[in-house]
Nanobody
Framework: QVQLVESGGGLVQAGGSLRLSCTAS????????VRWYRQAPGKERTFVAA???????NYTDSVKGRFTISRNNAKATVLLEMNNLKSEDTAVYYC???????????WGQGTQVTVSS
């Protein structure tokens, strides 16, 4: 069992920045995949960004050029740097770990991001 804890959410004005952190209860393996998702009120949870082996990252189109995902395996931490935030980025942000061996998935409890226009 792996626990994930997100932090760093808050209230920010449009155009501002936040840095979200996802910390796991064990070190990250190079082949673990960690993804950020978000869920706005009344909407489905959607993919935001991912980090995987080989330094590969990918992003949903709406955040490309504004968000950056990074990881520190030894510190068991994945960051999501969010710049030039827009009101449509308002959501609860969740991180999800897909383990390298069993491909099991684990979710954090989420952190609220609110962008005021």
């Amino acid at each position: 069992q792996v626990q994930l804890v997100e932090s760093g959410g808050g209230l920010v004005q449009a155009g501002g920045s936040l840095r979200l952190s996802c910390t796991a209860s064990r070190i990250l393996f190079a082949s673990d995949v960690v993804r950020w998702y978000r869920q706005a009120p009344g909407k489905e949870r959607t993919f935001v960004a991912a980090t995987m082996s080989g330094g590969i990252t990918n992003y949903t189109d709406s955040v490309k050029g504004r968000f950056t995902i990074s990881r520190n395996n030894a510190k068991a931490t994945v960051l999501l740097e969010m710049n030039n935030l827009k009101s449509e980025d308002t959501a609860v942000y969740y991180c999800m770990l897909e383990t390298s061996l069993s491909r099991r998935t684990y979710w954090g409890q989420g952190t609220q991001v609110t962008v005021s226009s």
